[in-house]
């Protein structure tokens, strides 16, 4: 005969901090507890206000441009260094971690740096620019190039063009750039001239953007409104997405290689799916002035947005308003974002010359974690997604306190856009024709063109 005991650990049911205390198995049968649900309610709505008192998303201003800081490049090699370019024509290069210019060139380009990016392989500290005075740049971060004070380092190359650039970006593995001005060059490292020059139909280039997972693909916004798209292997356009108004960035999910972001001037961020461009996958509604830079978090989940209403904004791409909203009381005009690649933290340029470093999560803390203070904050974000749809979980998640600028033109641009809904709604309900409704994700595009 055969007898078989319950055995249970000892350490299982001690405290950690004092050995006296015994805890007990507990029994999870519901009718044992009745009021379960309201105690949970109660520590979700402690939770989602604790979380609002913690939340402070700013962590520092690294000054030193004297002019508003235009551009901005993040090193995927790198994870502590970030180039920034300003209206004065400096290129800086950042330590994060001590946040200290590590690398300077004071006299760059004659006019605004309109665009910079790392130059991938072995080398991984060397970086292009480009600004209005028609030159493209290769600086490298070596020793002997490290710049005193009022000394501008020498360059490793310049490439000369024929129009003022407005962007550039590099090939993800191939010696190729490409440039945007009043046309698309194509650049091999090695060459005074460009190898390949692409256009179709735009005045204007604002920027151009290599795709890093489908390589040979990359897109192109102008001043004519138009989104392109370009295959380096035939050298030609695959399509061509006309907007209501023009678009000033574009960033591609570097999770998802059909899919980019851009940042539009009707206030708007709008997610693309390059494989069927004739509607928007979705549309982000809640800045109130023109979308100047947009970027996608390294998990491709995430968008952080900079605009000219002098705020920053952090999105779910399948949501269509803001999940937060960064804004400091001395931030003017932001013109370049950019999430950091271990998805901690979000930097933005402003015209106020400061590069600014924020958390990705306002209220998250950083450093080691003990078991026990994991596991309460898992259960704290479980608490705070089962309640959410509860409306006083709800108006503590949600509310912020924004500029009183921010909030004025907010409720004007409301009354607006449920003015322009109700004619619509007025015309096709006594119009004969009887013309169906426009979706939102399609209200924005003209026309969709391919080759």
């Given at each position: 005969?055969?007898?078989?005991?319950?055995?249970?650990?000892?350490?299982?049911?001690?405290?950690?901090?004092?050995?006296?205390?015994?805890?007990?198995?507990?029994?999870?049968?519901?009718?044992?507890?009745?009021?379960?649900?309201?105690?949970?309610?109660?520590?979700?709505?402690?939770?989602?206000?604790?979380?609002?008192?913690?939340?402070?998303?700013?962590?520092?201003?690294?000054?030193?441009?004297?002019?508003?800081?235009?551009?901005?490049?993040?090193?995927?090699?790198?994870?502590?260094?970030?180039?920034?370019?300003?209206?004065?024509?400096?290129?800086?290069?950042?330590?994060?971690?001590?946040?200290?210019?590590?690398?300077?060139?004071?006299?760059?380009?004659?006019?605004?740096?309109?665009?910079?990016?790392?130059?991938?392989?072995?080398?991984?500290?060397?970086?292009?620019?480009?600004?209005?005075?028609?030159?493209?740049?290769?600086?490298?971060?070596?020793?002997?190039?490290?710049?005193?004070?009022?000394?501008?380092?020498?360059?490793?190359?310049?490439?000369?063009?024929?129009?003022?650039?407005?962007?550039?970006?590099?090939?993800?593995?191939?010696?190729?750039?490409?440039?945007?001005?009043?046309?698309?060059?194509?650049?091999d490292v090695d060459r005074s001239e460009p190898i390949t020059n692409l256009t179709w139909g735009a005045d204007t280039i604002n920027t151009v953007k290599m795709n890093q997972t489908e390589v040979n693909?990359?897109?192109?916004?102008?001043?004519?409104?138009?989104?392109?798209?370009?295959?380096?292997?035939?050298?030609?356009?695959?399509?061509?997405?006309?907007?209501?108004?023009?678009?000033?960035?574009?960033?591609?999910?570097p999770m998802e290689a059909f899919m980019f972001a851009t940042a539009n001037e009707d206030h708007n961020v709008y997610t693309f799916d390059m494989r069927k461009m004739d509607h928007a996958v979705n549309?982000?509604?809640?800045?109130?002035?023109?979308?100047?830079?947009?970027?996608?978090?390294?998990?491709?989940?995430?968008?952080?947005?900079?605009?000219?209403?002098?705020?920053?904004?952090?999105?779910?791409?399948?949501?269509?308003?803001?999940?937060?909203?960064?804004?400091?009381?001395?931030?003017?005009?932001?013109?370049?974002?950019?999430?950091?690649?271990?998805?901690?933290?979000?930097?933005?340029?402003?015209?106020?010359?400061?590069?600014?470093?924020?958390?990705?999560?306002?209220?998250?803390?950083?450093?080691?974690?003990?078991?026990?203070?994991?596991?309460?904050?898992?259960?704290?974000?479980?608490?705070?997604?089962?309640?959410?749809?509860?409306?006083?979980?709800?108006?503590?998640?949600?509310?912020?306190?924004?500029?009183?600028?921010?909030?004025?033109?907010?409720?004007?641009?409301?009354?607006?856009?449920?003015?322009?809904?109700?004619?619509?709604?007025?015309?096709?309900?006594?119009?004969?024709?009887?013309?169906?409704?426009?979706?939102?994700?399609?209200?924005?595009?003209?026309?969709?063109t391919s080759k």
């Amino acid at each position: 005969m055969k007898i078989k005991a319950l055995s249970r650990s000892t350490a299982e049911y001690t405290r950690e901090t004092k050995s006296d205390i015994q805890k007990l198995p507990r029994n999870i049968d519901p009718e044992l507890h009745p009021l379960e649900r309201a105690r949970e309610y109660k520590r979700a709505l402690n939770a989602a206000k604790l979380e609002r008192m913690f939340a402070k998303p700013f962590l520092a201003s690294l000054s030193g441009h004297i002019d508003g800081v235009y551009a901005m490049a993040k090193n995927p090699w790198d994870l502590d260094s970030v180039v920034t370019g300003s209206g004065d024509g400096e290129l800086r290069m950042w330590s994060l971690s001590s946040q200290e210019t590590v690398w300077r060139a004071p006299e760059a380009h004659r006019g605004i740096v309109k665009g910079v990016c790392n130059i991938p392989g072995g080398e991984t500290d060397r970086f292009l620019s480009v600004g209005t005075d028609k030159l493209a740049k290769v600086w490298s971060r070596s020793e002997s190039a490290v710049a005193s004070d009022g000394i501008t380092p020498e360059t490793v190359a310049t490439y000369t063009g024929k129009h003022a650039f407005s962007g550039i970006d590099h090939h993800r593995n191939r010696p190729l750039f490409a440039t945007s001005s009043s046309l698309i060059e194509i650049w091999d490292v090695d060459r005074s001239e460009p190898i390949t020059n692409l256009t179709w139909g735009a005045d204007t280039i604002n920027t151009v953007k290599m795709n890093q997972t489908e390589v040979n693909v990359l897109a192109t916004c102008g001043t004519d409104r138009s989104i392109i798209l370009y295959d380096l292997r035939t050298n030609s356009p695959l399509a061509k997405l006309v907007m209501t108004l023009s678009t000033n960035a574009i960033s591609w999910n570097p999770m998802e290689a059909f899919m980019f972001a851009t940042a539009n001037e009707d206030h708007n961020v709008y997610t693309f799916d390059m494989r069927k461009m004739d509607h928007a996958v979705n549309v982000l509604r809640d800045h109130v002035s023109a979308v100047m830079d947009v970027d996608y978090s390294p998990t491709g989940q995430e968008l952080v947005s900079g605009s000219y209403d002098r705020s920053v904004r952090l999105w779910d791409v399948n949501k269509g308003h803001s999940r937060d909203i960064y804004h400091a009381k001395r931030m003017q005009r932001v013109f370049c974002v950019k999430y950091t690649l271990d998805n901690n933290y979000v930097l933005s340029g402003s015209d106020d010359s400061n590069l600014r470093l924020w958390r990705a999560r306002a209220s998250q803390r950083m450093g080691a974690k003990s078991n026990r203070e994991r596991s309460a904050i898992e259960y704290a974000d479980k608490l705070k997604d089962r309640f959410a749809y509860v409306p006083e979980v709800r108006k503590v998640l949600q509310h912020r306190n924004v500029p009183k600028g921010i909030k004025k033109a907010s409720r004007t641009k409301q009354d607006m856009l449920q003015s322009r809904k109700r004619k619509e709604e007025n015309v096709r309900k006594h119009d004969k024709s009887g013309k169906p409704r426009v979706p939102e994700r399609k209200k924005a595009i003209l026309g969709v063109t391919s080759k």
